[in-house]
């Protein structure tokens, strides 16, 4: 079974949101058929919002540290539930080894296989300014 990780801290309460959704989703009978997953909880991430304003230092760096670390933990995939931090993805990708579920883009997918045509959209304001869901869809 794979290990899952997730780079967590962008908010500390969307990392607990997107594991508690991880487990609800497997079909588990017992613990030992859950996913193995571990977390990097790092809140030293700086403000993604901040940063597409030019308020703020970039996240890439401390995103590739939490990348490394899950790495190092035995993650064989990541995962992140910020939306935001998503625009920042390509450039964290190009420097780390271990590759990425891109939440919008897997939304996207299941969008387009449902056959929505018009869709909503709550986002933070550097959400909606990135254009990533846009870009997806």
């Known amino acids: 079974m794979k290990t899952v ?12 949101d997107l594991m508690q959704k991880v487990i609800v989703a497997t079909k588990a009978i017992k613990d030992q058929e859950h996913i193995h997953t571990v977390i990097d909880n790092n809140t030293n991430i700086p403000d993604r919002s901040e940063c597409i304003f030019g308020q703020g230092p970039s996240p890439v760096p401390e995103m590739v540290k939490s990348a490394e670390r899950l790495t190092a933990m035995g993650a064989d995939v990541i995962i992140i ?10 450039e964290v990708q190009k420097k780390v080894k271990t590759p990425f579920i891109n939440m919008i883009e897997e939304t996207a997918a299941f969008c387009k296989e449902e056959g929505y045509r018009t869709l909503g959209l709550l986002a933070s304001a550097g959400t909606c300014a990135s254009g990533i869901y846009k870009k997806s869809f």
């Not at 990780?5 to 607990?16: D, E």
């Not at 539930?81 to 390509?90: I, R, S």
């Open 81 to 90: 539930g910020c939306n935001t931090a998503h625009y920042f993805l390509p």
């Open 5 to 16: 990780g997730i780079m967590g801290g962008m908010g500390p309460m969307a990392t607990v």
